[in-house]
């Protein structure tokens, strides 16, 4: 079992940044990967990153490479999406997701066996 706290969301203006995180307990946190989905109203939940089990590998969406960054401290069992040059089109409720069973690089949502409860991003124009 794998229980997640996402938190760090806001209200921030077109540009600015945030950083969000992800805070884990249960399972050995170092001995899974972590993903970050996001999901607007009346969309699809949509994969924005993805780090592995020893952060030493990452992948992105396209729509945000370049402007953010997934971490983790495994020490603090935490993994982080820093946000920057945040856009109108950013907005949406974030969740954060534990791969647990999948070993390898994946933006499927099928792949991700825990969820957190999701925090709220809102970019201004």
């Known amino acids: 079992q794998v229980q997640l706290v996402e938190s760090g969301g806001g209200l921030v203006q077109a540009g600015g940044s945030l950083r969000l995180s992800c805070a884990a307990s249960?399972?050995?946190?170092?001995?899974?990967?972590m993903g970050w989905f996001r999901q607007a109203p009346g969309k699809e939940r949509e994969f924005v990153a993805h780090?592995?089990?020893?952060?030493?590998?990452?992948y992105y969406a396209d729509s945000v490479k370049g402007r953010f960054t997934i971490s983790r401290d495994n020490a603090k069992n935490t993994a982080y999406l820093q946000m920057n040059n945040l856009k109108p089109e950013d907005t949406a409720a974030y969740y954060c997701?534990?791969?647990?069973?999948?070993?390898?690089?994946?933006?499927?949502?099928?792949?991700?066996?825990?969820w957190g409860q999701g925090t709220q991003v809102t970019v201004s124009s």
């Open positions: 997701a534990a791969a647990v069973l999948f070993s390898g690089i994946t933006k499927s949502k099928n792949h991700y066996d825990y």
């Open positions: 249960g399972r050995t946190f170092s001995s899974y990967g």
């Open positions: 780090i592995t089990w020893s952060g030493g590998s990452t």
